[in-house]
């Protein structure tokens, strides 16, 4: 400093440096921050970070899990905390996450991966399908009658006798069954049989004369009345909205039972390992679902689907009132056709077994494209059922149309079943972004009849879940039950090999449309979960994502394809929680 100069600051009167008072500086950063790594590393250790090996209230070890995730293999073994996935690792690894209060699960080499989510099915109706007279496998009238019979002497007399299941294309000629082998054994019953596809019911004459069908009744605009082509008479069988003549006038299910019968479904779904399922059902159920949540009695992640034609402010509403994991409202769904037992799915040329056929159509164009636009305006998904080729195109031309009107979005539209595509729509799923929800066990169930309603052209794009992955498009897999059985298992063993049960035919019915084990049980895991805007969160295991896991006691990637049918579920686990348990 100079004589006469004034000091700059308080520094310089205690002469220090630049270099010193920046030596200074660090010296008190560091003395900070020695005290602040202790803290800093207690917040990593016991703050929730993703990356520490906090402890865990359940492990699974000792396994072969399949991630869904293919840079994460070789894994054998889960942690658990809460409902979340906290660590997957080699067995050794356990002990990271274990404290005395962890339960672990010694799975002696089984099986494990995601839970499986049906991206389609009906829960309520597949609950009372258990409690109805089960027609499924008849072989002719005798059959059906006995158990028709067994039921009738269970309940008072003159009851309603509700049942379904029947399949004419396992009768004698295939042959359509009549009101006469009702009538025959119990006149005074009022029956109503629903097909096994459920777009088609078998009725009585006392059920004719409760609902006023005569030879004078017409054909509703989708439906129809089988008529005896001599006298012109209803034949008791009535197709699509033909239906909906003789549903008015049946009992309404009570509060009660509809209750039973969901909780009913909900257990046949924690013994098939079944985690989460997107339901169409009656409106009820959605209540019936919300006490169980509150119950802490929801055993299933529940997304509920509502009708196509619903007002968009009353979904809306409903959406922001449940926003709970467990539960949530999904699509719209809206029937485009029927099916192909029933000759009803919408096809493009005449059936190849009946020229005088090409099924119903139970919207036109103009009305589905109105529906469709105003969903997708309000943001809203929508899925379409759709078997035949004609139904599949009047589909994804409505889904086109939203998409050059309201504008492109991730909207995840769906074709549900898409069971007869014509090849030049395959590239549409992915250039629309559509999802094609497809249920594999219809497949070998349809098996002894589909080629003959399609002719070998169309089926060669009947089922054809490889030609949909290899041209870019999504799958999602479910069940479709009640119409076919809820095991996942079946459609997995479907999409492998394409033959039935008993392995015919051999090699597979148009082997190439096969999937890979790792690719059915992707569709049926993280494909479905993808389809409701969930694979952040389930679908495949990996750190972070909600705990539903199933246990198997056959590795379903090794075993042999006829294996497959044989697996067990040992373990069903839901947000964390054991739900099922094998008995040892």
């Avoid at 016991?46 to 072969?64: M, T, V």
């Amino acid at each position: 400093m100079t004589l006469g100069s004034a000091p700059r600051n308080t520094r310089e009167i205690r002469g220090e440096s630049s270099a010193g008072r920046k030596w200074g500086r660090r010296r008190r950063f560091l003395r900070l921050s020695a005290g602040l790594i202790p803290v800093l590393l207690a917040v990593l250790l016991f703050a929730g970070c993703p990356w520490k090996h906090r402890k865990a209230d359940l492990i699974l070890k000792n396994g072969f899990f399949f991630t869904g995730n293919p840079l994460k293999s070789g894994v054998e073994m889960v942690a658990i905390r809460g409902n979340r996935i906290i660590g997957l690792g080699r067995t050794e690894d356990a002990k990271r996450y274990q404290s005395p209060q962890t339960r672990v699960i010694d799975l002696r080499g089984k099986f494990g991966c995601a839970g499986f989510n049906d991206a389609h099915l009906h829960l309520l109706y597949a609950g009372q399908s258990l409690e109805e007279v089960d027609l499924t496998g008849v072989t002719g009238i005798h059959d059906l009658q006995r158990r028709i019979l067994e039921k009738a002497w269970k309940i008072p007399w003159g009851s309603w006798i509700i049942g379904g299941g029947w399949d004419q294309n396992q009768f004698p000629n295939g042959e359509w069954p009549t009101k006469r082998a009702l009538d025959d054994i119990a006149p005074d019953f009022p029956m109503v049989l629903r097909r096994v596809c459920g777009h088609a019911v078998l009725v009585n004459s006392k059920v004719l004369a409760i609902a006023g069908i005569t030879a004078k009744t017409p054909d509703p605009a989708a439906g129809e009345i089988m008529r005896d082509p001599v006298t012109g008479e209803p034949t008791g069988v009535l197709k699509e909205d033909a239906v909906k003549l003789v549903s008015q006038y049946m009992p309404a299910a009570t509060e009660e039972s509809i209750s039973r019968s969901i909780e009913r479904a909900l257990e046949e779904a924690k013994r098939f390992g079944v985690t989460s399922v997107q339901d169409f059902s009656a409106a009820e159920a959605y209540q019936v679902y919300r006490r169980l949540l509150g119950e802490g009695r929801l055993t299933a992640r529940i997304s509920c689907w509502m009708p196509l034609d619903s007002d968009p402010s009353v979904v809306l509403e409903r959406k922001t009132e449940t926003r709970s994991r467990m539960l949530r409202v999904g699509c719209l769904k809206g029937i485009l056709d029927g099916s192909m037992g029933a000759r009803t799915a919408a096809l493009n040329a005449p059936y190849s077994d009946d020229s005088t056929a090409r099924g119903l159509n139970l919207y036109t164009q103009d009305r589905l494209n109105e529906l469709v636009l105003l969903a997708d305006r309000h943001r809203l998904q929508v899925a379409l059922h759709a078997i035949g080729d004609r139904a599949i195109r009047m589909g994804l031309t409505s889904l086109e149309l939203a998409q050059k009107i309201n504008g492109q979005r991730e909207s995840r539209h769906r074709i549900e079943h898409a069971q007869v595509l014509a090849p030049s729509d395959f590239e549409a799923f992915k250039s629309l972004g559509v999802i094609a929800s497809m249920q594999p066990a219809h497949c070998i169930y349809d098996l002894p009849w589909a080629e003959s309603r399609l002719g070998p052209v169309r089926s060669e794009g009947a089922y054809a879940w490889k030609s949909v992955l290899d041209a870019g498009g999504r799958l999602a897999f479910g069940s479709d039950w009640p119409v076919v059985p809820l095991n996942p298992l079946i459609g997995i063993y479907a999409a492998v090999t394409r033959s039935d049960t008993a392995g015919q035919p051999g090699g597979g019915w148009y082997p190439r449309q096969r999937l890979t084990v790792e690719e059915a049980i992707t569709a049926y895991t993280l494909g479905s979960a993808y389809a409701e805007f969930m694979e952040h969160e389930l679908g495949s295991l990996e750190q972070g994502k909600l705990a539903d896991l199933v246990v198997l006691n056959r590795n379903l990637l090794t075993v042999h394809p006829a294996d497959i049918l044989r697996a067990r579920v040992v373990y069903t686990i839901v947000d964390g929680k054991i739900v099922y348990e094998e008995d040892p």
